[in-house]
């Protein structure tokens, strides 16, 4: 079993940045796989980023050069650092991990307006 527990969810205006954090326990962090998607009202949920056990990363093509994922697998943390936020990015940001089973963390909102 992995526990995630996401934070560093806020308001934000446009052009702000937030980083959030994924906190992981129970299992060992640095074989999983881990990844960022977000859920707007009324929308799917979407992957953001993922970052592999190895450290190679992905990003969908919304927020290619404004977000970054990283792992510190020391503190058993995944990050996702967010500048030049818009107000499409508005969502619950949640945590992933997989490896056999795939895992979810409870979501942290994120809201950019003016």
């Known amino acids: 079993q992995v526990q995630l527990v996401e934070s560093g969810g806020g308001s934000v205006q446009p052009g702000g940045s937030l980083r959030l954090s994924c906190a992981a326990s129970?299992?060992?962090?640095?074989?999983?796989?881990m990844a960022w998607y977000r859920q707007a009202p009324g929308k799917q949920r979407e992957l953001v980023a993922d970052?592999?056990?190895?450290?190679?990363?992905n990003y969908a093509d919304s927020v290619k050069g404004r977000f970054t994922i990283s792992r510190d697998n020391a503190k058993n943390t995944a990050y996702l650092q967010m500048n030049s936020l818009k107000p499409e990015d508005t969502a619950v940001y949640y945590c992933?991990?997989?490896?056999?089973?795939?895992?979810w963390g409870q979501g942290t909102q994120v809201t950019v307006s003016s």
């Open positions: 992933h991990a997989r490896r056999i089973k795939a895992y």
């Open positions: 129970g299992s060992i962090f640095s074989l999983y796989a």
């Open positions: 970052i592999a056990s190895g450290g190679s990363t």
